[in-house]
């Protein structure tokens, strides 16, 4: 039969071990909580990572372990840097997600302790095989680690996020140029699983954002369409997913650059027709300035855009300009031989009234003798006086042409021993003319009507421009 020491010290023994028990509980619930999840989520990674449990050769099972595994989509544009006309493609800065289940990462968040495991190397899991198909270039960003992180949430679902920089090729259409909107796309799609084992989805809500400090030089963001690409080959169907961003080009650069500087050089050529016509070195000076110049404007808007088989808008406006600067140099050319085709005229009209006035002087002897004899027979016959000699030849004709007389009010029932003149009716002025006989040379004339007619030609051709290419929408069938 034990003692009473003995059972004392069995007591004492029994509450040693219990406050021990008390005092490693007390350490374990009031220490650093944060340390033992951190080495819970250690110990979860190695289970249900490790290599007797996982294998990242396999896809997820889908829907009844048979259908393919469906992966979200959703991208963020952070920033575009560039869009070039010449090479036909753009410059983009996206964070791009991927959204899946995998049933074989299920884990115990503790009574919601832990949210989710978080992974920045991407070769433990199961990745899909996703590529940019329209890709030129592209890079990942590795300041100051990777810009990549991998989330494994409780129910097996794996979200993927990277920022990456790509060059992406942009087809263009530039007939309207500089007045046009650009589509460029963003293709994404499964390279080796066909849709029997992967299919990718957008993801439902806020498929695409953008950031709201967005700024581009000489395009704006209008809107963008999400749509799907499905494409068949050999090999069999492969899920694509498309974004198309449509960019409308900014004009106010290139009504600065381009269409003020076209019209005001087309403007100065108009100069001309308010010099004189003897000017003969100010006006081929100005034409041929203004030519070159528009010439080398020309080339310098061709230099910035690919050479391309159609016309666009902005090669309409300056070949219409350049004509009009060619016509008004050609417009001086016909003012010149004008010019010297009256001088022309002027000395064989001067010619004309000296050897007019000495036949007058030759034949007005003549007849004036003749005259004479004629009256000194008619004395001498008894025949009457002949008239007074005229003063001119010219007087005769003059006397010729004075209107005829005839019966007032002849014909049916008209006084016919009345006499009467017949009044020939003025032709009708034109006022046109009126207005030109002001000018008495046919090269003051000329400037005079290139001085109405280039303004209001031009003025006709810039409403039916404008009208044509502001009002003028592209075909917008949807993303290709």
């Not at 100010?282 to 855009?305: D, K, P």
Request: aromatic residues 10%; neutral net charge; glycine residues 4%.
């Amino acid at each position: 039969m034990p003692s009473m020491s003995d059972t004392g010290s069995e007591a004492a023994a029994g509450v040693g071990r219990l406050s021990a028990l008390l005092l490693l509980l007390l350490t374990l619930l009031c220490g650093p909580v944060s340390a033992n999840f951190r080495e819970r989520e250690k110990q979860i990674i190695d289970e249900i990572i490790g290599p007797a449990n996982y294998d990242k050769r396999i896809r997820p099972a889908g829907a009844n372990d048979t259908g393919p595994a469906v992966v979200h989509i959703n991208i963020m544009i952070r920033n575009v840097q560039t869009i070039s006309d010449v090479k036909m493609e753009y410059s983009i800065q996206i964070t791009f997600r991927e959204q899946w289940k995998d049933q074989r990462l299920t884990f115990d968040n503790m009574q919601g302790r832990i949210q989710y495991l978080t992974l920045t190397e991407t070769e433990m899991v199961w990745m899909p095989d996703l590529f940019f198909k329209n890709e030129k270039e592209g890079h990942f960003h590795n300041i100051i680690l990777p810009n990549l992180y991998i989330r494994i949430y409780p129910d097996g679902g794996v979200l993927y996020s990277i920022r990456i920089s790509l060059t992406l090729s942009c087809p263009m259409n530039l007939k309207l140029f500089p007045l046009d909107r650009q589509q460029c796309q963003l293709l994404m799609a499964s390279y080796g699983w066909t849709t029997e084992d992967l299919v990718f989805l957008w993801k439902d809500v806020e498929p695409v954002q953008v950031t709201k400090n967005l700024h581009l030089p000489r395009f704006t963001l209008e809107k963008f369409i999400t749509d799907y690409c499905n494409s068949k080959t050999n090999t069999g169907e492969y899920s694509c997913l498309l974004v198309a961003l449509i960019f409308k080009r900014e004009f106010s650069y290139y009504l600065i650059q381009y269409y003020i500087p076209c019209c005001m050089l087309v403007i100065v050529s108009w100069v001309s027709f308010w010099l004189d016509q003897n000017a003969v070195p100010a006006r081929v000076a100005l034409g041929v300035t203004t030519l070159l110049t528009m010439s080398t404007q020309t080339s310098s808007i061709n230099q910035s855009l690919p050479p391309v088989s159609y016309t666009k808008a902005i090669d309409v406006w300056t070949g219409v300009c350049l004509t009009f600067v060619f016509g008004a140099l050609l417009e001086f050319a016909l003012v010149n031989y004008a010019s010297r085709s009256d001088k022309h005229r002027e000395k064989l009209k001067e010619k004309l009234k000296e050897q007019k006035k000495q036949w007058e002087m030759e034949h007005a002897a003549a007849l004036e003798a003749a005259l004479q004899e004629a009256g000194e027979d008619g004395h001498t016959f008894g025949m009457p006086a002949p008239p007074p000699r005229p003063r001119r030849l010219m007087d005769l004709l003059v006397a010729k042409t004075k209107p005829l007389v005839s019966r007032h009010n002849g014909g049916m029932g008209g006084d016919k021993s009345r006499p009467c003149e017949i009044h020939l009716a003025a032709p009708r002025q034109n006022c046109c003319r009126t207005w030109l006989s002001k000018f008495p040379t046919r090269s003051k004339r000329i400037d005079v009507i290139s001085r109405i007619t280039f303004p209001i030609v031009f003025a006709f051709f810039n409403m039916a421009y404008w009208s044509t290419y502001l009002f003028t929408e592209e075909e917008e069938d949807g993303p290709k």
